[in-house]
């Protein structure tokens, strides 16, 4: 019994603790964009207040209520998530789902937003939501050889014990040592998936009027920056679990997760932006190959 | 006189009633009650599922010396709770208010009915086949009896028919080969005679066995490339009937074939045979078959523009996953292709019948005529939302318990490439469905659909149960791998070690209890953040950002044309229907050659060919 209550008390706090280190990446992201951009950029605490604001405005436009239960699937899909993702002395939920439960259920955050989207009946975010999930069938075929590879490697979906096996034999054994290909085109297959520059085929704001966030304002932007943070979140430090030994203390965890996140973020804002098309070929081409030798190697 | 003489004199009486009473107004409800009565002795041989010894029937017929028998283990229940739930929701579906509609549109409710019936006896008596004989008896039952359902709405489903039989007779050519040379070398029809020879046979005798039974069967399950018959042929039957076929029609291929090949024959006969020059045996090359089952059909899904056509394809390629479940040697994989039998029955049946609701409101499945229902017709679309869940393998759903179990399987036994085949095919899945609910449910509501309302409560409850069972056993999908570890038992194959929630194994657990637990906690804390946000306020459709423009009723601003337009430019030359072409030049090839024969008749002398085939014949004989 002592248990179970320990696990739901992990169960409440895990997003939480996401929910904060999200804010701080959503902080990183815009720094690193300004210093490139030769800006100051905003201060300490302005993703909060960018919450807070959000939440309290005074207009507030729903277009229907399947708008608003899907801006409540894409928050409430990424806290169920993030307990599945162990962290430093908590490991929630992660034993009774794993890597493969991990990848389809954050899946649901992007289902309920496409269908909040749809409900408002505006073409620019229909387009969106097309691209967006066009963009989704490129980056997860990846991804998902990435976790077959990783999956295989270790003998387990479970992160738990993946992660243990990487910090009880160290820096060698982690599996950006033992799969270096497979973690190459991990984070290729990451990038991807945060949709930031050049794969930001979907928000597009010159040509789809910023696509699924066009009928989006006060709670549901809101809504839709809490989804970032929990997505920013989750890709990092999935990606450290996988192929950086996990978290050994909340400090080698957080410094981890920050730094394999500035990678996708400095190169985004270095580059523009690519057609559907272009992404898909790309995709399909180089971290699928990537991803199929890496496993090629795991498996000889 | 069992449980079983029950069910199928039931079954027979079924048939023969609503044969007769088809022009009765209430020969729908008591066709429902008939399928109702035959569920309930269903039920009364549960015991099936959790371990009792199989039931067999009292009758048995002899013919030409050998017995046909029927009876019932615990797989053929599996199957056979499958066939009659789905029927009994398609029989109460058209007994109401739609039975009414398709009468006034000129159709004629009681013969569906009938043919429901008939299909569902055809099936029982396939599904408790006791010998090779009576499996084929089944079976070319089960071919015709589909058949009439599905050229009953006339027009192109006659065509469509058509296309279908042809298939089906090359299906049953096919396997009626495979059991003369069984009994030839056996000299019986019983399962258990085939069993005891299959070891011994040569390898070049199972090959010869697989390739039959797999093209025979595999044309009823769709598999490639003998699938193109399928999507026309279940998309122009009556919305219930399309439910029914959809949802288990085709699977009765997959029953047979594994009585036959994995049951009799055996996977580790398969996996032994290696294809000459390759790194493949028999049995990777049928899960390459079942591979691209998955993925061709279900981009082609993709592509349709009517909803009907979209959800047939899907079925086609599910069936897919299932033959690739049931592939595998180790337990989570065939637990996961059995499972998904079930599994997909629930969603599809809702589907189809959710569609036929949007038919029966808007006359319209066309995918670029609808839009916005979902003001209109709530709960139909919370149906096809739980539906396309499932569908497209997405927890909570019971879809995705099963998708799991294969993938599972397939990173145990470490085969990347067909991973991720059906990684793809699960993605392509989700692409394909969101196109469905988005262009019938969500967008633009167009404004002559403004005053349309729910469907009635007659054709709500079946879906509402369904639906109910696709959740429910999402969340607990224990109840359904108990019958699947039976039927797992039954086969002879390794059974898989389940609980409540999931699996339990060293290698990865799955409990859905929690995961579904937590994820609805995690929907109720996004409501609270999003509820303790200012209130917001509904505005309507056409107060919408239109870069400066203001819309009126006339405009459509609506995007449904080539959803995935971008995806299109890169893979839309892939698709080159090199299944039709081939399809029709094998037709044109027999035309010619029935034509250059008629020719060769014609212009010689009839009579020296009939001279010639009677010596010849008469040589035959007498030597």
Known sequence: ?300 | MNFLDGLLILSLLSVIVTGFAQKLRSAGWLSSVLLGLQCLLLMGMAGLAYGSPAVSSSFSVSVLGQPLHWQFNALSWFFALITLASALASSVYAAGAWGEDYRLQGGNPGLLQFALNLNVFAMLLLLASGDLLSLFVGWELVSWASLLMMVLAGGAAGRFGLRYIVYATAGAMAVMTGLVMIFQLTGSFQFADFAAIAPSLSNAQVVTFTLLFVFGFGVKMGLLPFHLWQADAYAETPGPGAAFLGAISSRMGLFAMLILVIQLIGLGRLINIEVPYSFFSLRDVLMWVAAFTIIFPTFTAMRQNDARLLLAWHGIGQGGYMLMGLLMVNPLGSAGGLMHVFNYASYQAVLFLVVTAVIYRTRTADLNQLGGLVTRMPLSFLMMLICIIGLAGIPPMNGFVSKWLIYRSLIVEGMPLLFVASVVGTLGTILSVYKLIHNTFLGQLRLEHEQIREVPWSMMIPMLILSAVVFITGFLPGIVLDWVASAQAALGIPVLEHTLGGVESPSGNLDMIWICSVLFGGFAVGALVFYSGNKSRRVHQLDNYAGGHFLTADDRYHYSNNFYAGLMHHIGHWYRGTFQWLESSLGSAISLLSAATQMLFNSFHPALFLLLAATLSLLFFAG
């Open chain 1, 1 to 300: 019994m002592n248990e179970t209550l320990l696990t739901i008390l992990e169960v409440i706090f895990m997003p939480v603790v996401a929910f904060v280190i999200g804010l701080f990446m959503v902080l990183m992201m815009r720094k690193l964009a300004a210093r490139l951009q030769r800006r100051v950029g905003p201060p300490l605490m302005q993703p909060f207040y960018d919450v807070i604001k959000l939440y309290g405005k005074q207009t507030q436009i729903s277009h229907g209520l399947i708008h608003d239960i899907g801006i409540i699937m894409a928050v409430g899909g990424y806290v169920a998530a993030e307990s599945l993702l162990p962290v430093p002395g908590m490991d929630g939920i992660a034993d009774k789902g794993g890597i493969v439960m991990l990848a389809y259920l954050t899946m649901i955050p992007s289902l309920g937003l496409a269908l909040g989207v749809g409900q408002c009946a505006n073409p620019n975010g229909s387009i969106g939501i097309s691209r967006a999930l066009t963009s989704m069938l490129a980056y997860d075929i990846p991804y998902i050889i990435v976790i077959f590879g990783v999956a295989y490697h270790f003998g387990s979906t479970n992160l738990i014990d993946i992660i243990d096996t990487q910090q009880a034999g160290g820096v060698a054994t982690w599996g950006i040592s033992e799969m270096p290909v497979l973690a190459i085109a991990g984070l290729f297959a990451l990038h991807a998936s945060l949709g930031k520059q050049p794969f930001e085929i979907y928000i597009a704001p010159a040509e789809i009027a910023t696509g699924p966030m066009v009928e989006m304002g006060g709670k549901y932007l809101g809504g839709l920056f809490v989804m970032q943070s929990f997505q920013l979140y989750t890709a990092s430090v999935l990606y450290v679990s996988l192929f950086l030994g996990g978290g050994e203390n909340w400090i080698t965890f957080l410094l981890k997760c920050f730094a394999v996140l500035a990678i996708p973020i400095i190169i985004a804002y270095l580059f523009p932006r690519y057609r559907t098309e272009d992404l898909v070929r790309l995709v399909w081409k180089w971290p699928v190959m990537l991803a199929l030798i890496g496993v090629a190697f795991v498996m000889t």
